[in-house]
């Protein structure tokens, strides 16, 4: 079965300042997708950026990118210029290709000091 | 378009009693799945459901849960004789179609059993 492993249960970081999420996953599959969701205290699960494991190129979304390493196997999540709005939970999920059953980790809990 | 709707929000059930989760998933979805959220964990997949049929339940306790996703209506998760732990949030999620596509996720209801 595939585990996602999240080893930080909490971080902070000051304001404007970049962050690294770490995020590593177990699976045998080849084919898959991988994401960070955000979840700010409202219970919204906020798909923040995802990544195709067939793609070399390292997904991007203005503030927030991803260092995919497959053969590490290792999925982690920048965030810079880190601002207020950015505390909140964020979970790292992979999905088999054929559909969508995901597999989250536990969580890191951010949190962003003015 | 509506996203995924959950109802109720918060739901509050004795020791015993029956709890029912409804998930209107998006419009021209007919692809719903559904994730428990413990404290302090991720999201744990439940159940695939497709109109009518149940895909794959392999995240289902074997007794007092059911899940259904008929021809008309919302799609119903039924927690029978509920006990204090089955205290956590549910949350729903709806594609397109089996995986191809994203799958959306409703704000969840919370399950609070005295």
């Known amino acids: 079965a595939q585990t996602v492993t999240q080893s930080q249960p909490e971080m902070s970081v000051q304001e404007a300042e970049t962050v690294t999420l770490s995020c590593t996953y177990d699976t045998s599959e080849s084919d898959y997708y991988l994401f960070w969701y955000k979840q700010p205290p409202s219970r919204q699960m906020i798909l923040v950026i995802r990544q195709e494991a067939y793609k070399q190129q390292n997904a991007t979304e203005n503030r927030f990118s991803v260092n995919f390493q497959k053969a590490a196997k290792s999925f982690s999540l920048k965030i810079s210029d880190s601002q207020l709005g950015d505390a909140a939970m964020y979970f790292c999920?992979?999905?088999?290709?054929?559909?969508?059953?995901?597999?989250f980790g536990s969580g890191t809990k951010l949190n962003v000091k003015p | 378009n509506a996203g995924v709707m959950q109802n109720p929000r918060h739901l509050v059930r004795r020791r015993g009693q029956e709890a029912r989760l409804r998930c209107s998933p998006m419009k021209g979805h007919s692809h719903v799945y559904w994730y428990r959220q413990l404290p302090e964990e991720g999201l744990k997949f439940m159940v695939y459901l497709q109109k009518e049929n149940i895909i794959d339940e392999s995240g289902m306790p074997k007794e007092r849960f059911s899940a259904e996703f008929p021809k008309e209506g919302p799609s119903i998760l039924r927690i029978q004789q509920v006990v204090r732990g089955d205290s956590a949030a549910y949350f729903c999620?709806?594609?397109?179609?089996?995986?191809?596509?994203?799958?959306?996720f409703g704000q969840g209801t919370r399950l609070t059993v005295v």
């Open positions: 999920a992979y999905r088999s290709a054929d559909f969508n059953k995901f597999y």
């Open positions: 999620a709806s594609s397109w179609d089996r995986g191809h596509t994203e799958a959306f």
